[in-house]
């Protein structure tokens, strides 16, 4: 009978010990995980701030431009300064063209949000070629304002503009969402 609850008291002690080892590990894994999704959070605020920084730049530029040009049409500008700030309004979608066409997709990102964020650079890519050309396409209306052509083509740039800008917007706010960001926060990083 000694024997037998020697036995017993040694398993109850096996088992002691692994529970504590299984409590253990699952608290380091939980953190692990913790760890993994906050490192997650960091990469992709990073590369929303980075896409954010390029179209806040490109749209002040733009913002700017249009002005210039009601100004001009209303008669209190000059072309100088509307064709300054188209050169700077070109410029700055140039640019954003270029540097978005270098952003890389940070690798520690699960795939399903990697997913949204591809889709998302791909409007992005899309929109700064099409700004550039609404404002060649404005500096030819105003050139030219009995080609009514031109203005048509100016609205189906901005819309183009507009439905891409949603695009990269709902795409970000879906991935954000996955990684268990708050819409707050997400607002956040967008604006």
Avoid: C
């Avoid at 000059?78 to 700055?92: F, G, T, V």
């Avoid at 399903?112 to 060649?136: M, Q, W």
């Avoid at 819309?159 to 926060?185: C, F, H, M, Y």
């Amino acid at each position: 009978m000694l024997i037998k609850n020697e036995k017993v008291k040694s398993y109850m002690i096996t088992a002691a010990i692994l529970l504590i080892i299984s409590v253990v590990f699952g608290l380091w894994l939980k953190e692990k995980v913790k760890d993994e999704q906050l490192a997650s959070q960091e990469s992709f605020k990073s590369f929303v701030k980075s896409i954010a920084s390029l179209e806040k730049e490109v749209t002040n530029e733009v913002k700017e431009f249009e002005r210039q040009v009601q100004l001009v049409k209303n008669g209190t500008g000059n072309s100088k300064d509307l064709y300054d700030q188209e050169s700077y309004a070109r410029a700055a979608a140039s640019e954003a063209n270029s540097l978005i066409w270098e952003l890389q997709i940070p690798s520690n990102l699960p795939k399903d949000v990697k997913k949204d964020l591809e889709s998302a650079l791909a409007s992005a890519r899309d929109v700064y070629l099409v700004r550039g050309l609404a404002v060649e396409s404005t500096i030819k209306s105003i050139e030219n304002p009995k080609d009514m052509s031109l203005q048509s083509e100016f609205q189906r740039y901005n819309k183009t503009v507009d439905n891409d800008v949603s695009k990269i917007t709902s795409s970000i706010i879906a991935a954000g969402q996955k990684l268990r960001l708050t819409p707050d926060e997400i607002n956040a990083l967008l604006h």
